[in-house]
């Protein structure tokens, strides 16, 4: 994982793509929530992004880490006038193609049957469970739900 991070730093696509890869680890949010996140739904100032969650029809709250404030105030002068954080790099009012985030990491090595761009969730997941996080918070940060659901799915013994 440490390599892996190391590797994202260092990527070299456009500032858009760079910001939205390094945030992936931070957020561990589905993809293409990140790649749709909205300017009107991120509150720099409480530090959180409030999206709507379609696959799981809620509002979710995201506490926003330094890290993740850093680059969210980095990228803000060139999308901020927008309504995606992370817009196409067409300029045709659509947020970053699905396929980003995954292309930048095939371009550092990593096929997918070494990570995926949801692979940022389950490696959350993992570390969390195994530092002893609760694991009802664990779900809500993750935007699972019904929760009993989502840990019967995983906990068949």
Do not use: C
Not at 26 to 47: H, K, S, T, Y
């Amino acid at each position: 994982m440490a390599q892996l991070l190391r590797d994202i730093r260092n990527y070299q696509g456009t500032f858009v793509v760079q910001s939205a890869f390094r945030l992936s680890p931070l957020m561990f949010q589905r993809p293409g929530e990140i790649r749709q996140m909205l300017w009107a739904d991120v509150d720099l100032v409480a530090r959180e992004w409030r999206p709507y969650v379609s696959k799981t029809d809620f509002h979710h709250i995201v506490p926003l880490s330094n890290q993740a404030v850093d680059l969210l105030e980095a990228v803000q002068p060139l999308t901020g006038g927008g309504q995606y954080v992370f817009p196409s790099s067409r300029g045709d009012g659509r947020p970053m193609s699905d396929n980003t985030i995954r292309t930048a990491l095939k371009s550092l090595g990593y096929d997918s049957d070494v990570m995926t761009a949801h692979g940022f969730r389950t490696t959350a997941s993992t570390l969390l469970n195994e530092q002893g996080w609760s694991p009802d918070a664990i779900e809500r940060q993750l935007a699972q739900t019904p929760f009993d659901q989502v840990r019967a799915a995983y906990n068949r013994w």
